[in-house]
C-alpha cells in the first residue's frame, strides 16, 4: 500500500507527513547542549529503528540526526546529569560530541525513551552483525568488487573460489 502524501496527511506545524508509520517514539525532550554543553535545550525528537531525529524546538529547520551504528552504547541505567535523571548515549569515535544526554520531566515519558532507544539500538546492532557475518560467508574477507583477481590479496581468493555447497547455508 503506498503513502499517500496529500494535503490532508501533511502536518505544516511539524513539517512532516502524518504516514510516519515506523516512528517507535516521538514527542520533546531535552538535550544537553548549548554553548560548553551546559543547559538543557527543549527538542522534538523522533526515534526510527535506524535513528534518532532531534527537531529545535521551533520545529522549522533541519533535524539533528544521529543513525544507530553512529552510537557505541546506550547506558542501561539512568544516570545523574546536572542534576536531572538522564538517557546517557556514548556515540563512537570521531563525533564532536563524545555522548548524548537526553532528559524529560515526566519520568514516565524519559522510562519510555530509554527503553526505546536501548531496544532499537540493540536490534540494529545484531541486525548489521547478522549482515557483516552474511557478507563475510558471500564476498570473503576484505572483499572489495572493484579489485581485479589479479590485485585481489591471496586469502580472499582462497574464499572467493570456495565450491558452492561450502555456501549452501548462505
Not at 10 to 25: E, M, Q
Request: glycine share 6%; proline share 5%; net charge positive.
Amino acid at each position: 500500500m503506498a503513502a499517500c502524501f496529500c494535503r490532508h496527511n501533511y502536518d505544516p506545524l511539524c513539517n512532516i507527513f502524518k504516514t510516519d508509520s515506523d516512528v517507535i517514539v516521538h514527542g520533546y525532550i531535552k538535550k544537553l547542549g548549548g554553548p560548553f554543553t551546559s543547559a538543557w535545550q527543549t527538542r522534538y525528537g523522533k526515534l526510527y529503528p535506524s535513528r534518532l531525529e532531534l527537531y529545535p524546538e521551533s520545529l522549522s529547520g533541519k533535524p539533528e540526526l544521529v543513525f544507530m551504528d553512529q552510537i557505541e552504547d546506550v547506558c542501561a541505567d539512568l544516570q545523574t546529569v546536572k542534576g536531572e535523571n538522564a538517557i546517557v548515549v556514548k556515540l563512537r569515535d570521531g563525533f564532536k560530541e563524545p555522548r548524548i544526554s537526553l532528559t524529560n520531566s515526566d519520568e514516565i515519558s524519559l522510562k519510555e525513551w530509554h527503553t526505546s532507544l536501548r531496544t532499537a539500538h540493540k536490534v540494529s546492532s545484531e541486525l548489521l552483525q547478522r549482515m557483516g557475518r552474511k557478507a563475510i560467508k558471500i564476498y570473503g574477507v576484505n572483499h572489495d568488487p572493484m579489485l581485479s583477481e589479479a590485485d585481489r590479496p591471496a586469502s580472499v581468493s582462497k574464499y572467493m573460489n570456495r565450491a558452492s555447497s561450502v555456501d549452501s547455508t548462505v
